[in-house]
Nanobody
Framework: QVQLVESGGDLVQAGGSLKLSCASSTTIFSINVMAWYRQAPGKQRELVASAISGGTTNYADSVKGRFTISRDNAKNTVYLQMNSLKPEDTAVYYC?????????????WGQGTQVTVSS
């Protein structure tokens, strides 16, 4: 079982920056994929960025060049650095962990943190 706790959401003006954190209850070294999703009002949850344990990262086209995901294995924490924020980045941001254990995937979610970008 993996418990995830996000923090860092806030109200920020367009063009500003925020850094989200996701603390894991278990060592993230053993987690196959750590990712950030977001869900805006009335929209489906979408993948923002992911980081595979081997080091590969992937980003949604809408955030490429502005957001950076990073893993700190020593602190069991994943970060999402968000720069040049836009009003359309407003959403609840969720941390997600996927683990491969005994032939099956485990899928874990945090409670979410609100990011609001004002124009």
């Amino acid at each position: 079982q993996v418990q995830l706790v996000e923090s860092g959401g806030d109200l920020v003006q367009a063009g500003g920056s925020l850094k989200l954190s996701c603390a894991s209850s278990t060592t993230i070294f053993s987690i196959n994929v750590m990712a950030w999703y977001r869900q805006a009002p009335g929209k489906q949850r979408e993948l923002v960025a992911s980081a595979i344990s081997g080091g590969t990262t992937n980003y949604a086209d809408s955030v490429k060049g502005r957001f950076t995901i990073s893993r700190d294995n020593a602190k069991n924490t994943v970060y999402l650095q968000m720069n040049s924020l836009k009003p359309e980045d407003t959403a609840v941001y969720y941390c997600n962990a996927k683990t491969w254990r005994a032939g099956s995937w485990g899928d874990y979610w945090g409670q979410g943190t609100q990011v609001t970008v004002s124009s």
